[in-house]
């Protein structure tokens, strides 16, 4: 009964936070979904006696407020003592966000607290940040339509059948659906037909008119080798010959017709460096393949990632917090069309290449090369993710560090695979955090400091102010600036005593421990403009010398 008690006050206080962060208020299933994402497990009813989620809430009339809108049940936190400020924070959020059109910017003479300032919140104003959503649901929204467009009445039963789960855009700070199209714009037309709106991929789109255009298609084995635009076509256009060449060539009497079995396997060749063949050719005069397929050559073994290029001291930039430890230890996201979109791309082509089972086989890793600091990649929910080996667990299990988003999780080893060189190319995304100027007033985070700092974070575009790097780990202060007055993340610390303003960067006690990225990502000024160089494929890395615009802004020249 004690253990029963203990945990009920704990949740209760979770519980407290979550609806506290949630202006509108949250849905009994919204709040079974938050507490998931926040605390990586379901809420714990039945450890509790709870039948239902509903069942709990009305054990706790002192935390939370049930009410009814439009006939749906809303669940809205009553306030204590200790959070009375947050609540009252949360209040003064604008209804709606400004436009889109106004940039994550400030003035060119913007004044900037130095470290003898007495209050560091008072910087300039600075513009708001729009709703963002995260690059896997973008990703997830692309791959809804990449293979035929959908009315936009029928977008929410899609997306819940596909994937499994309803899409809540409003937790990502959206206040409806054409906003979050808006947001997609780049990516996603609407056009108007008699059914109703009508959501197309511009990509889709674009194919369908090629389409049109180009001439009427002629058989696969009279059509001479094309040259690939690049490798996912490439792979499409072996992917195709397989499901229509080989039918034909088994059918056949090997014996009597050498030249066209060895005529269909030289298709394959001159298509697709990523395909074995299918069958092997066991004909008088010819060698069988070895049974043992060996390591292919454009498969990343001894190669590291190199970070983003470091930012400019005193720059703002947008950023998106991906994943938090604790105030002392979080990873980013920088905020620009050309990251955003690399990212996408990226997750695009690599679900296209290795959910083929014929390429996906060919980069299965030998147990020989599952080792710490391996680069490879692994799949999570259909979805291929670049990835780094930090401890081989058992004979099944390995954990690794996910080098675009920073966090660490246990997977099997039988879904990793060899990364393609191809996918080297691009930096990694997550950049390893602290906010600056602040310590924990206990010596430690506390569990009530490290939840509030998580609902601070969650799904929003913030402005970062860049202080500096300390032991590759960027120190920034974070500012909320969708709400009428800005908020900055230190100061809400400060003020519900968990935190000291102690106007220096302390060096991360949490990354002094363990900090992935120094361990497996190379630093960008010494990748330089190295041309990375592809066994038989000779890729070029792209340089990474230069800063993004949109992504880093001088406010004025002055030193601190």
Request: negative net charge; hydrophobic residues 40%.
């Amino acid at each position: 009964a004690s253990r029963q008690a203990q945990l009920m006050e704990v949740l209760k206080k979770e519980v407290r936070a979550m609806l506290i962060a949630a202006k509108a208020g949250l849905t009994p299933e919204q709040l079974e979904e938050q507490y998931m994402a926040m605390v990586c497990k379901p809420l714990p009813l039945h450890d509790l006696g709870f039948q239902s989620t509903l069942e709990m809430v009305t054990q706790m009339p002192e935390v939370v407020q049930i009410c009814s809108k439009n006939g749906t049940l809303i669940l809205k936190a009553i306030a204590d003592d200790s959070t009375k400020g947050i609540a009252k924070l949360v209040a003064n959020q604008k209804v709606k966000t400004r436009k889109a059109s106004k940039k994550t910017a400030t003035k060119a003479n913007a004044p900037f607290p130095t470290k003898n300032s007495k209050n560091p919140q008072s910087f300039q104003t600075l513009s708001a940040g729009t709703p963002v959503l995260p690059a896997t649901v973008k990703a997830e929204l692309q791959d809804l339509l990449s293979s035929s467009p959908l009315l936009l009445a029928d977008l929410g039963k899609a997306f819940l059948r596909r994937f499994g789960r309803a899409f809540q855009y409003r937790q990502y700070g959206f206040l409806s659906m054409f906003e979050v199209l808006r947001s997609m714009a780049d990516s996603i037309v609407v056009e108007q037909t008699k059914a109703g709106s009508l959501l197309v991929l511009r990509k889709y789109l674009a194919r369908t008119i090629e389409q049109e255009v180009v001439a009427p298609a002629v058989s696969a084995a009279e059509m001479p080798p094309v040259e690939p635009i690049c490798e996912t076509e490439s792979f499409h256009q072996a992917a195709h010959l397989v499901h229509s060449e080989p039918v034909q060539t088994q059918a056949v009497d090997l014996g009597d017709h050498p030249k066209q079995a060895n005529y269909a396997c030289s298709v394959y060749d001159e298509t697709s460096e990523c395909l074995l063949p299918l069958i092997p050719l066991q004909l008088q005069g010819f060698e069988q393949f070895p049974s043992t397929p060996e390591i292919p050559p454009d498969a990343v073994q001894d190669r590291r990632l190199c970070s983003l290029p470091p930012l400019k001291r005193r720059c703002l930039v947008g950023v998106i917090v991906e994943f938090v430890v604790s105030p002392s230890q979080f990873y980013i996201h920088v905020c620009s069309t050309e990251t955003s979109s690399k990212l996408q791309d990226l997750m695009f082509e690599m679900r296209h290449v290795y959910s083929h089972k014929v390429a996906s086989d060919k980069y299965i890793m030998p147990e020989s090369a599952v080792r710490p600091g391996q680069l490879c990649c692994v799949m999570v929910s259909t979805w291929w993710y670049r990835v780094i080996i930090h401890r081989v667990l058992n004979d099944h299990e390995v954990e690794v560090f996910y080098a675009d988003y920073g966090h660490l999780q246990i997977v099997q080893k039988s879904s990793l695979r060899f990364l393609k060189w191809h996918y080297l190319k691009l930096p990694a995304q997550a950049i390893p955090c602290s906010l600056a100027w602040v310590k924990p007033v206990e010596g430690t985070w506390s569990s009530a400091a490290i939840l509030l700092f998580k609902h601070l974070c969650r799904f929003k575009e913030f402005v970062g102010i860049v202080d500096e790097y300390v032991d590759g780990v960027l120190y920034l202060f974070l500012c909320d600036t969708s709400t009428k007055e800005d908020i900055y993340f230190h100061s809400v610390l400060r003020d519900m005593g968990y935190a000291d303003i102690c106007g220096e960067n302390i060096p991360s006690q949490e990354f002094e421990e363990l900090n992935p990225s120094a361990l497996y990502i190379q630093p960008s000024e010494k990748q330089g403009n190295a041309e990375v160089t592809e066994p038989d494929l000779c890729l070029q890395q792209e340089s990474q010398g230069a800063d993004s615009e949109t992504a880093t802004l001088k406010l004025d020249g002055a030193e601190l």
